[in-house]
């Protein structure tokens, strides 16, 4: 467009800067209320009053649509609005490569891609990258990570909260700009996401208004199940910014207790034996600093002021298997642990038949906060420590055994640690 700048422009035609876009960005899946239901979303800058995916396994025949796209502007700025879509796509045929793209009739996406799991849950095995505390700035692992989900290396993805540094700056286009940054991952697998302490503001809006996690808790703690596996995403967080109203920690703590009684009835837990828990805030650590778990109890492992609504032992009543944390921006892998007790499954083989959950602490993806430093000496319940940039690698074999590897990006993607953990019976650890 041509501006000039003279006299008669002061009283004639204002010179504005407006851009006009209805082409989609910032496109990202995440798995629906089963894992044949795909929810897809993705944002303009102007309103197209609908949004559209043209989906099909052979080409685009299939059509989901949704109405009246989510305006959003970042609250306490004057930041410009954009539009949110949000389009879930159901019934699903198991095993199948579907293509799609997304839009309206003014504009579209380019072409992205997923895979369906096979119809028998019993017998698919994922294979999962996993981390916390990913940023705009310095996403040290963000190209490994981009470079393998499009080598089909993993079914999803886990990111267990702390996303952009921080998504409500600069008017929101700081989560923007995150957003276009984990397409390249996003859009092919399912982002699976926790909130964590830097999504907090404006009561974690952007963190709610941007990822569409199944439930109907506006992802601040939901479960989901993959082959056999079942995952649970809590809020850590819940516990930390009580300004938004302690009925969030009472209704957290509730939730789970009935989706574990549920997860762990008999024939439940025969289909899915594991159960594996992720949040951002770990329970235990042993990092240098003086504001985490080193200097003071985690309130999601002991409960608030007076012992209410601790996570702990709820998760070792129901005999929780693997719990993963974030929030250090280090990896830490602990022996199984309940109430600072270590609990190996034997000397030789501490993560055989563990007799406590196994926790393993993975913030290091990489965020303009670099790195979180240990302390001198390691406790006695902290198996192996990391401060190299990296992510986790979980890979289920079967029923009885998972594989897990920390992978350093600083070693240009060396499995620095790695482990099984093998159990041959799944049960409340309160009966062994
Ligand atoms: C498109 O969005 C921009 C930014 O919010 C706004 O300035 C512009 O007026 C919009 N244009 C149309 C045609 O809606
Ligand atoms: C938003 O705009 C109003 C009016 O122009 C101004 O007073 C206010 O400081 C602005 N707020 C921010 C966060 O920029
Ligand atoms: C914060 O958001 C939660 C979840 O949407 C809501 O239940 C709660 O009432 C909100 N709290 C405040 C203070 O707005
Ligand atoms: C088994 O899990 C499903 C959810 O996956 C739940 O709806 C059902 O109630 C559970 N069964 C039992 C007996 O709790
Ligand atoms: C747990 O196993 C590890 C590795 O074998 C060992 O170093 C540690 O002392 C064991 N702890 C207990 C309490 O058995
Ligand atoms: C821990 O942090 C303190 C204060 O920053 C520092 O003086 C000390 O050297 C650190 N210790 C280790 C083992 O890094
Ligand atoms: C489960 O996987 C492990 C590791 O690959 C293997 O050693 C074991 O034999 C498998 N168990 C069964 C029952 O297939
Ligand atoms: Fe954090």
Redesign the pocket.
């Known amino acids: 467009m041509m501006c000039y700048l003279g006299l008669w422009y002061l009283f004639f035609v204002p010179c504005t800067l ?4 209805y082409v989609p960005e910032q496109v990202h899946i995440s798995y629906g209320e089963n894992p044949w239901e795909i929810t897809v979303m993705w944002n303009t ?3 197209t009053w609908t949004s559209v995916v043209e989906y099909g396994i052979n080409g685009l025949a299939l059509r989901a649509e949704s109405k009246h796209p989510k305006k959003f502007i970042s609250p306490g700025t004057n930041g ?2 954009q539009f949110i879509h949000r389009v879930t796509l159901k019934k699903l045929t198991p095993d199948s490569k579907y293509i799609y793209h997304v839009g309206s009739i003014l504009g579209w996406s380019e072409e992205f891609s997923f895979r369906t799991p096979p119809e028998d849950q019993t017998t698919w095995y994922p294979r999962l990258a996993i981390y916390g505390d990913m940023g705009n700035e310095n996403a040290k692992s963000l190209p490994r990570l981009q470079q393998e989900v499009q080598r089909g290396k993993y079914d999803a993805i886990l990111h267990v909260g702390d996303f952009a540094y921080d998504m409500y700056m600069d008017a929101g286009e700081r989560g923007n700009v995150f957003m276009r940054q984990i397409q390249p991952i996003a859009a092919y697998v399912p982002y699976m996401t926790c909130a964590g302490n830097h999504e907090e503001k404006f009561n974690f809006t952007h963190y709610r208004n941007r990822f569409g996690m199944p439930g109907n808790t506006e992802g601040l703690f939901f479960s989901f199940n993959m082959g056999n596996v079942h995952f649970i995403s809590v809020s850590t967080e819940v516990y930390y910014f009580l300004q938004y109203g302690l009925k969030m920690v009472v209704k957290q703590y509730e939730w789970l207790e009935k989706d574990l009684q549920e997860a762990t009835s008999p024939q439940n837990r025969t289909l899915r034996p594991w159960i594996v828990v992720f949040g951002h805030r770990p329970m235990y650590c042993s990092n240098n600093n003086t504001d985490d778990c080193t200097y003071m109890e985690t309130m999601t492992r002991v409960g608030l002021p007076g012992g209410f609504f601790g996570l702990e032992e709820m998760f070792y009543r129901y005999g929780v298997d693997l719990l993963i944390w974030a929030h250090e921006h280090s990896y830490e892998r602990l022996w199984p642990i309940y109430d600072y007790k270590v609990l190996n499954g034997s000397y030789e083989a501490p993560y055989t038949n563990p007799k406590a959950p196994v926790h393993i602490v993975t913030g290091s993806a990489g965020c303009r906060e670099i790195h979180d430093n240990f302390k001198g000496n390691a406790p006695a319940w902290s198996g192996f420590r990391s401060t190299h940039y990296g992510y986790t690698r979980m890979n289920v074999a079967n029923n009885t055994h998972i594989h897990l590897e920390q992978v350093s990006v600083d070693l240009e993607g060396m499995v620095v640690d790695q482990f099984w953990l093998i159990k041959e019976t799944h049960t409340a650890f309160t009966q062994l």
């Open positions: 407006a851009y006009v876009s800058l102007n309103n410009s609005a």
